[in-house]
């Protein structure tokens, strides 16, 4: 099925040559980091992780958010569902494999990646987290893989995919619960030490991934003669929506807590954060951003009127997704950081060559996704016009019918 | 036999995964062990049951005081000084009781000798590292003397352990330190890019029946010794100060105690 | 056979780039290393002995030396009995490179012949006058 992405127009192939470009221009910037260290990253020994371990939490949620489509379609045959799945599945292939890069771009010595495997620690959550993550980009390659190959032959998908997909389920559940407790077990902490890490997580993912999968269904219509189906992007609307006031209920409770308590440790981060901590404040902008698309994108997708209009629909779903990016691929590892055991304030910002390096992952994943999209499309465009053996079955039932 | 290229392909390529996996799994079982060879402890080594530090800080009068402790570690451990705070390496350094004991702080009417007082600090060896638990290869391990060491070899530079201190104690190579060691000790190695490093106790020498060198260095203002001996110099220490540690609400069970005394002590 | 022109260039052109090796070596000089151990440490030395046989370090160097790094660093044994029954401190600085203190004829010759690129020098320091 793969050489469907050895063909295509003018248009795929100059998107293809642009992402290999900014994937060439962060491998070179990547090479450097490997010579010189991460010193080349803007940080530092008190704000000890970046944009890169950002990136990686906030992408594992975007690969988590295809069970928001495997459990409607695949547990409660919800069949609108059954074309802008397989985006879903194909999505998380592509964001786990964006996740893996980030961890071993912000290793120290990516030459002793093995020693994860050498060495196993169950004791260290990192241990988990890696072995949850391989376990599920293999389970979302195998059965979308399978699904597309059965579906191209007019064939169902084999039973044991099924069986598969129900893995799923609870397994997209556990890499976004175990990644949360990367940071939810560490005491000293404050920001991270929270019980409902993992729930706000798992609430952000299932906002972000849903909503970048509306934006990437919109383009696949405009772009392919395949349409996921109106009706489905709705429906993926309204989950973004329940899921983005899910979020934005727990932030709440989050800052409830802090503030209420009074507990200075536990106000400092969203100080800094939102209002800047010992005359210190790089991020205040960037938060209020985010908590001012929250709210105007929750309001937009709760009041059905809005939501049914897709333009609005997508505007709702990038300022979403943009919100969130902010809020978990940027404040929430930073924030974690300030202030320092010391009660000090060291502030972090990425440097050019990180910023490069980080855009060049994400091409790297936009690439992944463009060639699995594209292998997916043009089975489907294949196929949209062969009857499919089930719905054979049917005319044949129904001439049957008129010829008795 | 009739085989399409389909299913030669994937053979192929499960052979090569079971291949890959079989000579890993070999490697790791069997160790490549000589077949006669005996490793002992040194003779004349100092060893303990739990090791534990003492800080008088009482004693510190001069910022003479805290140099001659902080350079006798730098320049037995190869520390590099970067000039500036981003790549900093530090296993023993000073701050203001404000930071060193941040939670204790909210108590504005201390001595002011005490307020302007820098504090030694480094890492606590903790009973309960976190450190150790957040490691993913096993690279800090917590040895049967209660040392939190370091295994520069294994590292691999994911900086879990930097989120899980929460004493600020391990530091990070963000670049090759090497040109920025004023004067290397050719007896001991130095560290490279891309590892954590932290102050060990100075395993080194306590194998050498040595005892640390900031301790060796602070004519007695830190005391050092075996925490589970009655008689040792460190509990003589604590049972007859107050002493408070850094931050032991949090369950770590960190194991350097500072005497802080008052101005009446002075 | 379908665009077997095609492939045949193809396998040439592969055929050509996994011989390299071999062609490009083609009638080079092919000397095998000598480590030196002719140090004046070594000199000193009533029997000429290393902590294990000669063909024993020469075979088992590394897997030694990486027996010696975990016994001390993670065991915290820093004594080394050898075959022999003598005692030897484990220590790649102080105790191997005090003898082989010519890092450059001793330990690089075969590393660079053999193309193995061991990670110990970006740590450990090489003894002076020695330095890569």
């Known amino acids: 099925m793969l050489e469907k992405a050895l063909t295509g127009s003018r248009r795929y192939w100059t998107w293809v040559l642009f992402l290999l470009a900014v994937i060439g221009v962060g491998f070179i910037f990547y090479l450097r980091q490997f010579s010189y ?36 379609y695949y547990l409660h045959n919800y069949k609108k569902f059954s074309k802008i799945v397989i985006l879903g599945e194909f999505l998380a292939v592509s964001a786990v494999t964006m996740c893996m890069l980030f961890i071993f771009i912000d290793m120290g010595q990516p030459t002793r990646v093995l020693n994860v495997i050498l060495h196993p620690t169950p004791n260290s959550i990192m241990f988990w987290d890696a072995t949850v993550l391989s376990g599920y980009l293999l389970l979302n390659i195998v059965i979308g893989w399978t699904t597309l190959g059965a ?37 000293g902490r404050e920001y991270w030490l929270s019980a409902i890490m993992a729930a706000r997580f798992l609430a952000s993912a299932f906002a972000a991934g849903p909503a970048l999968l509306i934006i990437l269904a919109m383009i696949v219509r405009k772009v392919s003669k395949f349409d996921p189906g109106k009706e489905a992007i709705q429906q993926v609307g309204k989950i973004v929506a329940y899921a983005m006031a899910a979020n934005v209920f727990f932030l709440g409770l989050e800052v409830f807590t802090a503030f209420y308590s009074n507990i200075p440790g536990e106000k400092y981060a969203f100080d800094y954060l939102y209002f800047g901590l010992q005359g210190h404040g790089k991020l205040i ?13 929750l309001a937009l997708l709760i009041y059905p009127g809005t939501r049914r209009i897709e333009k609005i629909l997508a505007v709702a779903s990038v300022a979403v997704f943009v919100s969130l990016w902010i809020d978990k691929g940027f404040g929430l590892i930073i924030g974690g950081f300030i202030p320092d055991p010391f009660g000090k304030v060291t502030e972090y910002w990425p440097t050019v060559p990180e910023a490069l390096i980080v855009l060049g992952v994400w091409a790297i994943g936009a690439l992944v996704l463009t060639i699995l999209y594209k292998v997916a499309i043009s089975v489907r465009e294949e196929t949209a016009d062969v009857p499919k053996v089930t719905e054979l079955d049917g005319i044949a039932e129904a001439e049957l019918a008129t010829i008795k | 036999m009739s085989i399409n290229r389909r299913e030669f392909l994937k053979i192929v390529g499960a052979s090569a995964i079971l291949a890959l996996g079989g000579v890993a799994i070999a490697d790791g079982i069997d160790k490549d062990n000589l ?35 902080i350079n006798a570690c730098n320049s037995i451990h190869n520390i590099p000084d970067f000039g500036e705070p981003k790549d900093e390496i530090k296993w023993i350094w000073t701050d203001t009781f404000e930071h060193a004991f941040p939670d204790e702080y909210e108590q504005k009417y201390m001595p002011a000798s005490l307020e302007r007082m820098p504090f030694v600090l480094m890492c606590n060896h903790c009973d309960n590292p976190p450190c150790v638990r957040v490691c993913p290869t096993k690279a800090t391990f917590k040895r049967a003397d209660g040392i939190v060491m370091q295994d520069e070899h294994r590292c691999i ?19 090759d330190p090497r040109p920025f060691i004023k004067k290397e000790n050719p007896d001991y190695p130095t560290r490279t890019k891309g590892v954590v490093e932290k102050c ?9 029946g040595l005892m640390p060198a900031c301790v060796e260095a602070s004519n007695g203002a830190m005391i050092f010794g075996d925490l589970t001996d009655p008689n040792s110099e460190v509990r003589k220490a604590l049972s007859s100060n107050y002493t408070i540690r850094r931050k032991a609400e949090l369950g770590t069970g960190p194991n350097i105690y500072y005497i802080i005394g008052g101005t009446d002590n002075a | ?15 050509a780039l996994v011989t390299f090796p071999f062609y490009n070596d083609i009638g080079k000089a092919n000397v095998r290393p000598e480590p030196k151990i002719n140090t004046p440490e070594i000199q000193k030395l009533s029997e000429k002995q290393c902590v294990e046989s000669q063909a024993f370090m020469k075979a088992n160097h590394m897997t030694l030396l990486n027996e010696w790094r975990d016994s001390a660093v993670r065991g915290g044994n820093r004594t080394y009995v050898a075959s022999d029954g003598k005692k030897y401190t484990i220590s790649l600085q102080n105790t191997c490179l005090r003898c082989h203190s ?8 075969c590393h660079s012949y053999a193309g193995v690129n061991p990670y110990c020098w970006d740590c450990h320091i090489a003894p002076k006058g020695a330095k890569k």
């Open chain 1, 37 to 72: 260290g991460l010193g080349i990253t803007g940080m530092s020994r008190d704000v000890s992780w970046g944009l890169y371990i950002g990136q990686f939490t906030f992408l594992v949620g975007v690969a988590a958010s295809a069970v928001m489509l495997v459990i409607p």
């Open chain 1, 151 to 187: 579906e191209r032959k007019g064939f169902p998908p084999p039973a044991w995919v099924k069986t598969l997909t129900f893995i799923s389920i609870p397994w997209a559940i556990s890499i976004h619960t175990v990644t949360a407790f990367l940071y939810a077990g560490l005491p």
């Open chain 1, 285 to 297: 902008p960037l938060m209020w951003i985010s908590g001012i698309l929250a709210v105007v994108s």
């Open chain 2, 35 to 69: 077949e006669v060879s005996q490793f002992l402890p040194e003779p004349g080594a100092l060893v303990a049951g739990k090791w534990a530090m003492v800080v008088d800080v009482r004693k510190f009068k001069t910022e003479d005081d805290y140099k001659r402790v």
């Open chain 2, 157 to 175: 530079g994911c900086r879990f352990c930097m989120a899980a201190c929460p004493y600020g104690s391990r530091s990070f190579n963000w670049r």
């Open chain 2, 200 to 208: 060990t106790f100075c395993v080194e020498r306590l194998a050498e």
């Open chain 3, 1 to 15: 056979m379908y665009n077997g022109g095609k492939i045949l260039f193809g396998i040439l052109i592969f055929l």
């Open chain 3, 102 to 109: 010519n890092k450059k004829e001793f330990c690089d010759t």
